[in-house]
C-alpha cells in the first residue's frame, strides 16, 4: 500500500524522507535498505530482485520514475582504506520522476566479485545502453540480456578494465608506430614504475620570514 502523501502531479513534491517511505512501502521486501542522506534516497536491492525493484519503480503510484539519468559501476576493494567486507562491484543507478519531481539511487551489488553479473535495465529504460557499456568497459561488469554488450570508451584489444582499483597506473600494453611493420603495433608497458616525491625549494633565510 502506498502511503497517502505519495505526490501527485498537482500537489508539491514530496520530501526525501516522504519519498523513502513511499519507496520502502512499493518494494517491501525487495529493498534491503532505504536510507535518507543530504536530501538524497538511497535503496539498495538484492541482484535477484534487480528487474522486478526496477520495474515497480518505473510503474507504482507514488514512485513513477520515467527516466534513467546515469548509470555506473563503483568499484569497493579499497573503501574506507579495505575496512570494506562486502561484495566488491556494485551497479548505482539514478532515477528521476519527471511527474512527481523526485529522484532515488538504485544500487545492487553484484553477487560474484570474480565475475561481476547483474542484469541489464536496457529493457526497461532504453539509456540504460550506452551507460551499461561504460560501467562493463571500465569495470568490467556483465549485463545479462543486454543486447549489445562491447566497449565504448577504450580502444580495440584493450587488456583490463581501467576504473577497476588494482588496475595499473601505466595500463598493460602500450602502442607505438613500428616504422619496419608500418603499422601501430602493441607491446606490453616499458615504462619503469617510479615514486615520485615532491621537492620543495625555500629561499635563503626562509625560516627568518614573516
Known sequence: ???PHAASSGHRPASA??????ISAVLGSKAKSVSVALGEVTVVVAAADYLAAATSLRDEEGCKFEQLIDL????YSEYKDGQHDGLRYCVATHLLSVSLNQRVRLKVFCPDDDFPVVDSLNGIWNSAN???REAFDLFGIVFEGHND???IL????FIGHPFRKDFPTTGYVEMRYD???KRVIYQPVTIEPREITPRVI???NYAGHA
Do not use: A, K, S
Request: aromatic fraction near 10%.
Open 1 to 3: 500500500m502506498v502511503p
Open 17 to 22: 524522507e516522504q519519498v523513502g517511505e513511499t
Open 72 to 75: 555506473c559501476g563503483l568499484d
Open 130 to 132: 550506452w551507460f551499461e
Open 149 to 151: 554488450l562491447r566497449r
Open 154 to 157: 577504450t580502444d580495440y584489444g
Open 179 to 181: 616504422p619496419e611493420q
Open 202 to 204: 625555500r629561499e635563503d
